[in-house]
């Protein structure tokens, strides 16, 4: 199922806005075809449980019934997905061998002549192939519809046994019984596949959030920018890729970069990601006044000694001999408040430049706090 998921975020369509992308997602021809193997296996699986109904007519002194018509083999044969338009694909299979048996019966009469038979029957179309289009579309939320259109059959020889009987008789009606399984078979096909991308995919679809939580307080919205564009190479889907605050969703002020191009195909997919995500993302945590971090003795674990005033080995007591003067054993709190913005830079390596102030108190031994300074600091900090 999540290559279903995978396909069924390709399906957004006409766009909110002409911005850049936050996200970018390609899709290559390796992994369409890979959604295709899929699409391929479930239209064999729905095809081979296919229902016909009986077919019943009368021709030229004959009645007859054609009876418990079931699929007895449907093998696929080349299928594939490629583009037809910018916004649209194009479904098709070709070389489709289908054989269908079942029961028939006829009684003829004509002047004092009666003839009344019954026994089985089988069909082979041979070389039959379809081609439906897939349209993209949008329910102007963010959430994506699909439509299908332009379903069409061909067929190659149709062979056909009626086994025992009078062939004479035969003759008379069975053209006409198997245009009518055929025109049946067409129909189902193309309900089957209209099923297949529009009800199965949109039910996928409308169970797929566009905004995900991060923590208590904000959540990041990927709904699509722009319709996927298909071209030779990929299918390319844009994705807003902003953080926002979950009671206000004020956008940041800023807008992503243009992404640079990616001519690589050996893989199923690429995804990119820009510095816009994580700065969207400080942007509201600085806007809301999350960037503040207490670091004192009872929240850095084992290295809590370095806090301390009067230490035998490394402490901020050594560093600063004038704090373990005034303040014998007592441990020193630094109070971080960012005071910028951090832009986060994405390149060879991931740096984060941050700028803020940092008190400096001192917890003494009645547990008061003495303020002693403060630093500005401004400084990248390196991740990978």
Not at 20 to 33: A, D, E, S, Y
Not at 104 to 113: D, I, W
């Amino acid at each position: 199922m999540w290559l279903l998921l995978i396909f069924s975020l390709l399906i957004f369509s006409k766009g909110l806005s002409a911005r850049n992308p936050g996200i970018r997602l390609q899709i290559t021809q390796k992994g369409i075809h890979i959604v295709n193997t899929v699409a391929a296996d479930l239209l064999t699986k729905n095809v081979k449980t296919m229902k016909i109904t009986k077919q019943t007519g009368h021709d030229i002194n004959v009645n007859y019934d054609l009876t418990d018509i079931k699929i007895e083999k449907f093998q696929l044969g080349k299928s594939s997905f490629t583009r037809y338009t910018d916004t649209s694909l194009r479904w098709t299979a070709e070389n489709i061998d289908l054989d269908i048996g079942g029961q028939y019966k006829y009684e003829y009469s004509r002047f004092f002549v009666k003839y009344s038979d019954k026994g089985s029957f089988t069909v082979n179309f041979s070389a039959m192939s379809f081609k439906i289009i897939i349209q993209l579309g949008t329910d102007g939320s963010g959430r994506s519809t699909v439509r299908t259109f332009q379903c069409v059959h061909t067929y190659g020889p149709i062979k056909y046994v009626f086994h025992g009987g009078q062939d004479w008789i035969f003759k008379l009606f069975a053209e006409k019984a198997i245009q009518g399984i055929r025109n049946q078979i067409q129909n189902n096909i193309c309900g089957i596949l209209k099923d297949l991308v529009e009800k199965n995919g949109q039910r996928v679809l409308s169970n797929v959030k566009v905004k995900i939580p991060v923590g208590n307080s904000m959540m990041v919205d990927y709904r699509l920018l722009s319709v996927p564009s298909m071209s030779t190479n990929y299918l390319e889907v844009h994705l807003r890729g902003t953080v926002l605050w979950r009671n206000s969703q004020t956008e940041a002020s800023f807008s992503p970069a243009t992404f640079p191009s990616n001519y690589d195909t050996t893989k199923m997919a690429y995804i990119a990601i820009s510095n816009y995500v994580f700065n969207t993302m400080l942007y509201q945590a600085y806007r809301h006044n999350m960037l503040v971090f207490n670091i004192t003795s009872r929240n850095i674990g084992y290295k809590k000694s370095m806090l301390n005033t009067t230490c035998k080995d490394n402490c901020i007591g050594k560093l600063i001999p004038q704090i373990a003067k005034s303040f014998p054993n007592c441990s020193v709190e630094l109070h971080m408040t960012s005071t910028k913005q951090p832009v986060t830079n994405i390149g060879s390596i991931v740096s984060v430049t941050a700028e803020g102030n940092i008190s400096v108190y001192v917890r003494e031994l009645n547990n008061s706090l003495h303020y002693l300074f403060r630093v500005l600091a401004v400084s990248p900090i390196y991740t990978m």
